[in-house]
Nanobody
Framework: QVKLVESGGGLVQPGGSLRLSCTAS????????MAWYRQSFGKERELVAS???????NYADSVKGRFTISRDNAKNTVYLQMNSLKPEDTAAYYC??????????????WGQGTQVTVSS
C-alpha cells in the first residue's frame, strides 16, 4: 500500500508565502516524476509544477518566478514553495507521483489534497 500525504495548506494574505509538503509512504521501490496540481471551483485540475527524479523542473506559466518545486529523495518528499501568492492561486492543491513498486511496476498516485486560500 502506498500513500501520499500532503501538508502545509491554509489561509494567507495576498503577497504572502506558503510551503506545501507531500510525503510518500508504503512499499516503494523508486519514485520517478513528482508534481503538484491544483483545482479551483468550477475549473479543471491543472499542472502547477513537476520535477523528475534527476531534478529537472517544469512550471505553469502562471506560477513561474513565484513557485519553486523541490524534492528530497531520501525522505520521499516533494515540496512546493509558493511566494507572492495571489487570490487566483486559491485552489485545492494535489500531490502526484509516479512510483515504482518493488515488483517493478510503475503506478500513479494522488494525495488527498490540501486547500490554499489567498484572501485579505
Amino acid at each position: 500500500q502506498v500513500k501520499l500525504v500532503e501538508s502545509g495548506g491554509g489561509l494567507v494574505q495576498p503577497g504572502g508565502s506558503l510551503r506545501l509538503s507531500c510525503t510518500a509512504s508504503g512499499t516503494i521501490g523508486n519514485i520517478n516524476d513528482m508534481a503538484w496540481y491544483r483545482q479551483s471551483f468550477g475549473k479543471e485540475r491543472e499542472l502547477v509544477a513537476s520535477i523528475t527524479s534527476g531534478g529537472s523542473t517544469n512550471y505553469a506559466d502562471s506560477v513561474k518566478g513565484r513557485f519553486t518545486i523541490s524534492r528530497d529523495n531520501a525522505k520521499n518528499t516533494v515540496y512546493l514553495q509558493m511566494n507572492s501568492l495571489k487570490p487566483e492561486d486559491t485552489a485545492a492543491y494535489y500531490c502526484y507521483s509516479r512510483i515504482v513498486r518493488p515488483t517493478g511496476y510503475e503506478t500513479p498516485y494522488w494525495g488527498q489534497g490540501t486547500q490554499v486560500t489567498v484572501s485579505s
